[in-house]
């Protein structure tokens, strides 16, 4: 079960550039929508919205709590970033209901890297080519991360699935199930540059036909006088 998560907001009145003073004095706006009701304008105080984006992130339910006492479940759908401090400029909130399944990409984190028989001897080394799947559950049971296990890594051969994720009680896979999560790398092959020996040969080559170039050369004026 996911834990609460609560921000404390209050509605808005100012919009587009205006929203500026607001991010001034440490206000963030923030926008609720979904569930076929209005779209709500609100605010919330900077510093609380980012605790509560660090603690859920785009997984875990957010309790959307007015001063006027109504509360929304929601989850994260969108957030707006400065594009160049990266500070949030606005948070949009996507309404749930708690007993009707919902799809969220979760990410995934390797576990036992350490451990994994196919690394051993430098044969090679652990690579995750898929860092997030979809599932499919119920807000309260949508998993923060989900965990892929290295020890099953034995060879070059052996890769972790999506579908070999463990996900948990009420939580089914949405993306695809042959989706590479990790496997062994192999080392990379340093191969001697054989480019320089060509060029080094045909730099002899090349010295050598000068040679008999200029042997030929010397010869010539002597064969001209002798006719």
């Given amino acids: 079960m ?24 440490g206000i963030t706006p923030v926008h609720v929508y979904g569930l076929k009701s209005d779209s709500l304008s609100l605010q919330a105080n900077e510093k609380d919205l980012i605790s509560v984006l660090k603690s859920a992130g785009r997984t875990t339910p957010v309790n959307i709590k007015n001063k006027d006492g109504e509360e929304t479940i929601t989850i994260v759908r969108e957030i707006d970033r400065h594009a160049v401090s990266g500070d949030i400029q606005h948070v949009d909130f996507l309404r749930v209901d708690i007993n009707e399944e919902v799809e969220s990409p979760v990410p995934v984190v390797l576990i036992n890297q350490d451990k994994a028989p196919g690394t051993a001897g430098g044969a090679g080394v652990v690579t995750q080519g898929t860092f997030e799947i979809t599932v499919k559950a119920k807000p309260f049971d949508m998993p923060n991360e989900l965990e892929a296990d290295c020890s099953v890594l034995v060879d070059l051969e052996a890769a972790i699935l999506a579908s070999d994720i463990i996900l ?47 042997a030929e050369g010397e010869q010539t004026p002597s064969t001209s006088e002798d006719s």
């Fill in 2 to 25: 996911a834990k609460n998560i609560v921000l404390n907001v209050e509605n808005r009145n100012t919009f587009g550039k205006k929203n500026r003073s607001l991010r001034r004095n």
């Fill in 168 to 214: 948990g009680e009420g939580v089914s896979l949405s993306s695809g199930s042959d989706d590479r999560i990790a496997w062994i790398q192999p080392p990379r092959v340093i191969v001697e540059d054989e480019t320089v020996v060509s060029d080094e040969d045909s730099l002899e080559g090349g010295e050598e036909s000068a040679e008999e170039n200029t």
